[in-house]
C-alpha cells in the first residue's frame, strides 16, 4: 500500500470522509487533496462553505506536519492557528487544495495551502501553523 492509500485510509468516521477530503499526491515539498463542491460543502446559497475550505485546507497541513515528523517520531503535531482569503465562489465540481511548507521547525511547522476550481482558477489561499509537541507531554 502507498502512503497515499494509508492517509486516505485514515479518513474513515471522520469529518473528511463526511466532506469526501481525498489526497490524490504527497510528496517532501506538495501535498495535494480534493473535495466535492455539493450539498455536503455548500453554504445555504448553494456555493462553497468557506468553513469547508477551511477544513480542507487544515487537513492538508495537518497530515503535511504528520508525514514531514514520521511515523516513528516522539514529536506530533496540533493546528495552533489557521487564517484565510476567499477569493472566487464555486458552485459544483471538484475543488483541489494544494499545500507547501513554508517552516519546519523543531517547535512549528507553516504551511501554505492554495485551492483552485477544476479550471485551475484560485479561490482561496490559507496559511496553517502547527504546532510540533512531544508525545509524552500530552
Do not use: C, Y
Not at 23 to 39: H, K, Q
Not at 46 to 60: N, R, V
Not at 71 to 84: V, W, Y
Amino acid at each position: 500500500m502507498n502512503l497515499v492509500e494509508e492517509v486516505n485510509k485514515f479518513n474513515k468516521g471522520t469529518l473528511m470522509e463526511t466532506l469526501n477530503i481525498e489526497f490524490v499526491s504527497i510528496d517532501a515539498d506538495l501535498i495535494v487533496a480534493t473535495m466535492p463542491v455539493d450539498e455536503r460543502t455548500f453554504q445555504p446559497f448553494k456555493i462553497l462553505h468557506g468553513g469547508a475550505s477551511l477544513a480542507l485546507a487544515e487537513t492538508i497541513g495537518s497530515v503535511g506536519s504528520h508525514i514531514v515528523l514520521g511515523p516513528n517520531s516522539s514529536k506530533t503535531s496540533r493546528g495552533a492557528g489557521i487564517n484565510a482569503s476567499h477569493l472566487r465562489a464555486v458552485t459544483s465540481g471538484i475543488v483541489t487544495g494544494e499545500a507547501r511548507p513554508i517552516h519546519l521547525g523543531k517547535t512549528t511547522h507553516i504551511w501554505d495551502i492554495q485551492i483552485f476550481d477544476e479550471e485551475r482558477r484560485l479561490i482561496s489561499i490559507a496559511r496553517l501553523t502547527n504546532f510540533i509537541l512531544d508525545k509524552n507531554a500530552l
